[in-house]
């Protein structure tokens, strides 16, 4: 039986606030907030979200680009992602210029970002950036999304097991609040911001060239003028603010520049 | 995040426990990039931390000392996926310096049998036969993270 549950659906914050100081925790989670059972549930949820995602956008049929961007991602998750979390990556088939960070490790980049990138640098820049809102759970803070207590006393677990045709109703809700954040509302200025800063740690972290970073934002500023990228424009900071923390980071964090791969890009991306 | 590198910033000198995040952490001579490591630390292993350099952070561990980048490091011991999910993750390495070992569908979704009880209650909305696929596709993590830091390694079987 899934569990997850909203609680602005169907209890109170207070409500809220006893369940998590009930939930059972295993040491290794102690104190990060989530619980192992908070964890299955944002799996199974994110499973959802993507499931969604994908009826609407189809994967690109290319094995080659496929296999390359899960392979990149999978190395990148494996160095900065969440550890108790497997990540999956692909493509999906749209022009637009966006990515999408499902719950769970669910990332899917559009083929119309593909196409703008350059190089393994700009790609890995991205990724990271994903994986940096799973790692924070921004989609899960702001729907509020908690597993089912393994304890049999939890009222609120007892009252989502019990309750076939409600529960439906809130995840069939809850999919379609995450859509509309991830394709409409966007998350919080300040979220992508750190989701920046948490991507540019990485590119450095991992050998990769900082300045591709800037490269990249560049070409979007280039799209947001000719008016592409519209959903991106309308949920991510200003390019201007996003140049700036590159700029930042570059200066505090003098030394050789990174790695950019272009010819192992072009190879599998852009053959 | 955000806390465990303002902790590492903030941190004044050598005590502060803290534990590899990453499948494998270079300790590095100097607090910068592009200079051979001293050795490679294992996901979990323990440090010692001290002084902050930039991104980096002083750190003896396993009797060496050196610098770690902070992004690979975590204030508690990382969560295994197996212990916490069930997972069965299929580690196939056949040749070094090849990104190998998709994993099957069923390894790399490692939930348990009724995790497909999403799909049914979000039904025509939903694909999940496009989920399952994304997940077969998904690299385990060693051979990945070879992939990542090897600018000459390859893709199996590509041409």
Known sequence: MITLLLAALLGTANASENFRMRAPKVAQLRGVGYTPADVKAEIEFGRGLAARILNTYPLVENPQLQRYVATLGAGLAAQVGRPELTFHFAVIDTPDVNAYACPGGYILLTHGLVKLLSNEAELVGVLAHEIAHVNERHVVKKLKLKGKSDSAVDGLGAMIGGATASFRVAIQTLNAQAMKLLFEEGLMSSEETDADKTAIRAMHATGYDVAAWNTLLEKLRRNLEAGQARVLAKTHPKVDDRVRLVRAFMKNNPGPAGRTNEQRFQRYAHP | ?159
Do not use: C, H
Request: charged share 25%; glycine share 8%.
């Open chain 2, 1 to 159: 995040m955000p806390l465990i590198l303002l902790a590492l910033t903030l941190f004044p000198a050598w005590g502060a426990d803290f534990y590899v995040k990453s499948l494998k952490a270079p300790l590095l001579p100097e607090a910068k990039n592009g200079v051979p490591p001293l050795s490679q630390l294992e996901r979990g292993t323990k440090v010692e931390a001290g002084k902050p350099a930039g991104s980096f952070v002083a750190v003896k561990a396993a009797g060496q000392s050196g610098f770690i980048n902070k992004l690979f490091l975590t204030d508690r011991p990382p969560e295994a996926k197996g212990s916490l999910l069930q997972q069965d993750i299929d580690i196939s390495t056949k040749a070094r310096r090849r990104a190998s070992g998709f994993t099957s569908a069923a390894a790399a979704r490692g939930l348990k049998e009724d995790s497909d009880e999403i799909f049914k209650t979000l039904g025509d909305d939903a694909d999940g036969g496009a989920v399952k696929k994304v997940e077969a596709w998904t690299v385990a993590e060693a051979p990945a993270a070879t992939f990542l830091s090897d600018p000459e390694a390859v893709l199996e079987g590509a041409p």
